[in-house]
């Protein structure tokens, strides 16, 4: 007898997690797809042997169908031969969402999730919202591959969640409504109401705080972080209170797009689902059977425009004005660089003229972030790190990426969050 009543509980878990998501989403025009596709290329071509092995893109390679099945391949082989031993939550669960939409077996790194998210608790009542992003991604990742065993998980996360009393962060609210959504789908037929309450409930309150950051034109939080909010936004079973106008998002991230913002893999790996109107739940449904891969219509003007041989001069400081940090400081140098010359450009030829500008990167999924100036190095233990301003506005891209204007200043700020 118990046996069969945990039989027919599998079955109610399978069946509710097939059930049909109900989406508030819109399409990219048919004319900007050229676009997109020229987008898609441009992430696709980042992967080398050499290059950095992101599980984001190839999530976002394999939910929107990849040109370049030889890069697909490449990064599938090694996430696949990658070791696990010093990634963080989120990033495990990355790798097992990238290797399970590419039909490849994640082995024991779902256990291994799951056993440190059974041990996983926030540092306090009031941490920063930030800290919920990697276990949001985890019990995602763990409620594809058996929602009955998250649950408990997903409880503790969305007490936590409630009781959390710090500023809230769009990237983090959109991916705990990706999870709880998963989890909210899940619920067998029969099983206690209150857990549909919790995840309700949590989901709620998300998102009418992602709806009230989205701006008049459309962008939810940032242009970076519209991706993500569109995915929750689109599939969460708990709708804002003002309707989100989807199009209208839609039309200034195209817009965006034609401006050059989206030249990042990782930034494109985020955007890129919810133009083909696909979204991380979509994951476990990807179709692996070899097809006959369509090269896409790429835009005319999709090469990049040489730029310009004259040089601008950009006003450079570095601050450090920290207690208890041993060394402070506060200096400015004007550094001339190439018209079209990336931030890191600036920050070598900082260092070149004054030793004091010394500086260490360390690489991420978004590319390289600096970690030290001066051999004040940033320490995720005292919650420091060095961010960047333009005047008095903090940057939205990083080092590699962000190209100065002629007589910018850019500061570089050593910060505790």
Excluded at 67 to 77: F, I, K, M, P
Aim: glycine share 6%; with cysteine; net charge negative.
């Amino acid at each position: 007898m118990a046996w069969f009543t945990l039989h027919l509980l599998s079955l109610l878990w399978a069946v509710a997690g097939t059930r049909t998501q109900t989406r508030n989403s819109c399409s990219v025009p048919s004319a900007q797809q050229p676009l997109v596709d020229g987008m898609q290329v441009l992430m696709e071509n980042s992967v080398t042997s050499s290059s950095f092995p992101n599980p984001s893109i190839l999530i976002a390679m394999n939910l929107a169908g990849a040109y370049n099945v030889e890069a697909r391949q490449l990064l599938t082989d090694e996430l696949m031969a990658s070791d696990t031993a010093d990634l963080t939550v989120g990033q495990l669960a990355l790798t097992i969402m990238a290797l399970t939409s590419s039909c490849q077996d994640p082995g024991d790194r779902v256990s291994t999730l799951q056993k440190q998210m059974e041990n996983w608790a926030p540092s306090s009542s009031d941490a920063e919202a930030s800290a919920f992003y990697g276990p949001g991604l985890a019990i995602l990742a763990l409620c594809q591959k058996n929602s009955e065993e998250t649950l408990p998980i997903a409880v503790r996360f969305s007490k936590t969640l409630l009781a959390n009393s710090s500023p809230f962060n769009v990237d983090t609210g959109a991916v705990a409504t990706l999870a709880l959504t998963c989890m909210y789908d899940k619920i067998p037929v029969g099983s206690d109401e209150a857990y549909r309450t919790l995840f309700g409930q949590v989901l709620k309150d998300i998102v009418e705080n992602i709806s009230i950051r989205i701006e008049s034109n459309g962008i939810i939080g940032n242009i970076y972080s519209t991706g993500l909010a569109m995915q929750a936004l689109s599939v969460t079973p708990e709708q804002p209170n003002e309707a989100w106008n989807c199009e209208k998002t839609m039309d200034i991230i195209l817009d965006e797009i034609k401006q050059g913002k989206f030249h990042n893999p990782m930034s494109i790996a985020q955007i890129l689902p919810s133009l083909k109107g696909k979204t991380y739940l979509d994951v476990p449904q990807v179709s692996c059977t070899p097809g006959h891969e369509v090269q896409p219509t790429l835009p005319n003007d999709l090469s990049p425009v040489p730029t310009s041989a004259t040089n601008i001069t950009v006003i450079y400081t570095i601050n450090n004005q920290l207690r208890g940090v041993e060394l402070l400081f506060n200096v400015t140098i004007d550094v001339s660089v190439k018209s079209g010359s990336v931030l890191l450009v600036v920050l070598e030829e900082a260092q070149c003229k004054n030793s004091m500008f010394k500086f260490e990167t360390t690489m991420t999924s978004w590319g390289p972030v600096v970690s030290s100036i001066n051999n004040i190095a940033e320490n995720i233990n005292h919650k420091t790190y060095w961010q960047f301003l333009s005047g008095t506005t903090p940057l939205n891209e990083g080092v590699a990426d962000y190209i100065p204007f002629d007589h910018e200043h850019i500061t570089a700020n050593f910060t505790q969050y």
